[in-house]
């Protein structure tokens, strides 16, 4: 049997599991055409694939589709589309930060310049991705929910992602933690315990 027609065979099984909602034989298709092609039509035939197995609520294809289409866009609404996929990925896969970061980012600083920034979408991305694990991401978050930066203010879950940031050594978040404790915001106050999230800034700035 040909290389061809052994490829011709997976596909016609993948196929069908595909389209009966199987985001994996999607994800599978895509990387059978060829995901890693230079060749711009290939990549595009993958695309495909991949955008299929997002559309049934594979996160991997989601995110595999939204870098895809970031590097192939040539239209704005095509950059909005990758966004989108992007953020789906954040939203279907709760155990990883990355997608949430790429969308935030995307959504913050957009690549196409005919597109306006969207800083609320990317406040509730960037809050994703410090509850998954990114410290940097906290203190940017925390501080929009607390000041009502195109969100609305919402100290509770300000104080909740500076605490997360500073538990992961971000020194930002420790000093923004440390004076909404010291001012009794979202929780309450404590002018010791403040004084120790100070003092864990310093520490931290001193370690790097």
């Known amino acids: 049997m040909t290389p061809e027609a052994g490829e011709s065979l997976v596909r016609q099984e993948l196929d069908p599991l595909c389209e009966g909602g199987n985001g994996w034989a999607c994800f599978r298709l895509s990387r059978l055409v060829g995901w890693y092609s230079t060749d711009e039509e290939i990549s595009r035939r993958s695309l495909v694939e991949l955008e299929r197995g997002c559309k049934v609520g594979f996160a991997p ?5 939204a870098r895809s289409l970031f590097n192939l866009r040539k239209t704005p609404e095509e950059y909005l589309r990758a966004l ?4 789906r990925a954040c939203d279907l896969d709760s155990s990883s930060p990355l997608p949430c970061q790429s969308a935030a980012s995307a959504s913050f600083y957009p690549r196409d310049k005919t597109i306006p920034s969207n800083p609320a979408r990317a406040t509730r991305l960037y809050a994703l991705a410090c509850e998954r694990g990114i410290p940097g991401d906290c203190a940017f978050a925390a501080h929009a929910y607390e000041v009502g930066r195109d969100v609305r ?8 992602l500076y605490e997360l940031g500073c538990e992961m050594d971000e020194g930002d978040a420790c000093i923004g933690l440390s004076e909404m404790i010291m001012d009794g ?14 003092k864990r800034a310093c520490d931290i700035a001193y370690m790097h």
């Open 61 to 65: 294809a989601c995110f595999f589709a």
């Open 84 to 87: 989108d996929m992007m953020e």
């Open 153 to 160: 203010v919402d100290v509770g879950k300000a104080r909740h």
């Open 185 to 198: 915001l979202g929780g309450p106050e404590d002018p010791e315990l403040a004084a120790s999230f100070a």
